[in-house]
Each structure stands twice: as structure tokens, then as C-alpha cells.
């Protein structure tokens, strides 16, 4: 099953690293897995109106305001490494009790934020994560805030767990699951790189797409906790593994973006849900289940 169209074009303007390109490229990718043009340009008309994509004079795209705060997260995927440092054994806390449920479109928002982040719920009302990341507390609280929280939630940090509370903290990642999708998606690109040069070159532009996507959205995702609960080497064995695979994309897909006189940052991948408030899981690898 191919990305929607939707997906596909925040797939690809997320590539192009701030580039606009024209609404042929977007079109013929389209074609490539099998969208219908009318149905682009819906999707693109669309995401205009919300501010995810901004249309230029010269009938091209790019990424859109609305989608800053995302981008940062999806284009930063191979430092993820560079953004923890040692745990102190603290914690970072987000107070949603008061925000109330009923408006569905920014509890999404809400959702996207701390998902991105890595927060789980510890209980009802308050989600933590390891005050581990190297922007420290008032940078977490600016980048909930960019990426769809509320201003006024209270974010703030928490320590001096009782032995039970802190025990129920460590416990919210499902730690086995994190370190087996590491080697899986490591697996799965290592076995697609020795295949993707025998195969004919569309079907390998998709398939880096559909894989390389995967690696990218399990980093960006990436709860990023400290070496207590899962070791960082093994998350950046997939790191390395996500990088080599991006750039044999890249180069599969150059004749593509060479064709319309545009040069992209990244190969492109399977991301576009990241963009969009509804498409995250709710519960996604490394949360309980």
C-alpha cells in the first residue's frame, strides 16, 4: 500500500530541505505510485489551506509554516545522538488535567507534541520523559509549545520519586520493543541495499521510499531515553545503518529531481504522517501496551 496523496507531498517537500518544487515533479512522483493528478491536486489545495505547504508565483511548493515546528524534528534524524546528554535521574513533566478534551483538533495537536518528544502518560493528566536532552528544560517546554501544546500548560521538572513513582516511570517504554525495532529496521535496510541495485530503478525509488521512511519515522520518534533504560549504542547502529540507506536513495532518485531542476536534501521518504495532528499513533512503538 503506497502513501496517500496527502502523505506523498509532505514526503517530498520535507526532502527538499526548504527548495521549492514544481507541481510536475509532485505529479509524475505521484504517477509513481499510483495517484491520479486530480487527486494531487485536491491533496495540494488542501494542505495550502491548512499551512502545512505554501504555493509560490511560479506554481511550485514548499514546506509551509505550519509545518516548521515538525520539519525540525524530521530533518535533524541523524544527530538525534548529538541531542542527550547524561541522566541525572530528573524527570521533565507536562500538566495537561486542566486543558480539557473536548476540542478534538488540539488534543491532536497536544498528542503530536509530547509524542514527538517522547512523553508518556504516567498519569491521568501528567506525562513525563528522562530530563535527559541536551536542550534542557526551557528548550523541551519551547519545542512542546512550537510543535502544538498549549502555552500555558505547566511543563516543568520533577524530582525525588518515591521508590514505587519512580519504578511506574521507568517502567512507561516498553524498553524490548525499542531495542527489537532497532535491529529489525537495521535488518530490513541492510537486506534492501544488497537488492535495491538489481532491481528495475522505479521499483527501487519506491522501495527506498517505503523503508527509508520506516528508519526515519522510528528515529524521529525516537523517545531518545537515557543509556539506563536503552542503550544509545544500539540506536545509533540504526543511525548509521538509516544514513548509508539514505544516501543510496538519493542517489536513485536523482535523475528524478534532476529532471525538474531541483536538488533535494534528503531521499525522499515515508514521513508524511508526522506532519499531519491525526496521523500519529497514539500508541506507537516503545509506548505500553
Given at each position: 500500500m503506497g502513501p496517500s496523496p496527502k502523505s506523498l507531498i509532505l514526503d517530498l517537500l520535507s526532502s527538499m530541505r526548504g527548495q521549492a518544487m514544481p507541481v510536475g515533479a509532485l505529479i509524475t512522483a505521484g504517477a509513481l505510485f499510483g495517484i491520479e493528478e486530480n487527486s494531487l491536486?485536491?491533496?495540494?489545495?488542501?494542505?495550502?489551506?491548512?499551512?502545512?505547504?505554501?504555493?509560490?508565483?511560479?506554481?511550485?511548493?514548499?514546506?509551509?509554516?505550519?509545518?516548521?515546528?515538525?520539519?525540525?524534528?524530521?530533518?535533524?534524524?541523524?544527530?538525534?545522538?548529538?541531542?542527550?546528554?547524561?541522566?541525572?535521574?530528573?524527570?521533565?513533566?507536562?500538566?495537561?488535567?486542566?486543558?480539557?478534551?473536548?476540542?478534538?483538533?488540539?488534543?491532536?495537536?497536544?498528542?503530536?507534541?509530547?509524542?514527538?518528544?517522547?512523553?508518556?502518560?504516567?498519569?491521568?493528566?501528567?506525562?513525563?520523559?528522562?530530563?535527559?536532552?541536551?536542550?534542557?528544560?526551557?528548550?523541551?517546554?519551547?519545542?512542546?509549545?512550537?510543535?502544538?501544546?498549549?502555552?500555558?500548560?505547566?511543563?516543568?521538572?520533577?524530582?525525588?520519586?518515591?521508590?514505587?513513582?519512580?519504578?511506574?516511570?521507568?517502567?512507561?517504554?516498553?524498553?524490548?520493543?525499542?531495542?527489537?525495532?532497532?535491529?529489525?529496521?537495521?535488518?530490513?535496510?541492510?537486506?534492501?541495499?544488497?537488492?535495491?541495485?538489481?532491481?528495475?530503478?522505479?521499483?527501487?525509488?519506491?522501495?527506498?521510499f517505503v523503508l527509508g521512511g520506516e528508519a526515519i519515522r522510528e528515529l524521529v520518534l525516537d523517545p531518545l531515553l537515557p543509556d539506563e533504560l536503552v542503550p544509545a549504542a544500539e540506536r545509533d547502529a540504526l543511525v548509521e545503518a538509516a544514513s548509508r540507506y539514505d544516501t543510496e536513495g538519493k542517489k536513485l532518485w536523482s535523475s528524478f529531481m534532476k529532471r525538474y531542476d531541483v536538488t533535494s536534501g534528503d531521499s525522499p521518504a515515508d514521513t508524511g504522517d508526522l506532519y499531519q495532528d491525526g496521523r500519529i499513533a497514539m500508541m506507537q512503538p516503545g509506548a505500553l501496551t
Open positions: 491536486r485536491v491533496a495540494l489545495a488542501r494542505l495550502v489551506n491548512k499551512g502545512l505547504v505554501s504555493r509560490n508565483d511560479t506554481a511550485s511548493y514548499r514546506l509551509g509554516p505550519a509545518a516548521a515546528g515538525v520539519q525540525t524534528q524530521v530533518s535533524n534524524w541523524r544527530r538525534i545522538g548529538e541531542r542527550t546528554v547524561a541522566w541525572q535521574g530528573g524527570w521533565i513533566a507536562v500538566h495537561t488535567a486542566a486543558l480539557g478534551r473536548s476540542d478534538r483538533k488540539k488534543l491532536r495537536k497536544r498528542s503530536r507534541a509530547s509524542r514527538l518528544l517522547g512523553f508518556r502518560e504516567f498519569c491521568a493528566g501528567l506525562e513525563l520523559r528522562p530530563d535527559n536532552l541536551e536542550e534542557g528544560l526551557d528548550g523541551v517546554r519551547q519545542r512542546l509549545y512550537q510543535l502544538g501544546l498549549e502555552a500555558h500548560a505547566p511543563v516543568a521538572r520533577l524530582q525525588d520519586l518515591d521508590p514505587s513513582s519512580e519504578a511506574t516511570a521507568r517502567s512507561l517504554w516498553n524498553t524490548r520493543l525499542i531495542r527489537s525495532r532497532y535491529r529489525d529496521i537495521t535488518r530490513s535496510l541492510g537486506a534492501s541495499l544488497a537488492r535495491i541495485h538489481e532491481m528495475p530503478v522505479t521499483e527501487a525509488m519506491r522501495e527506498t
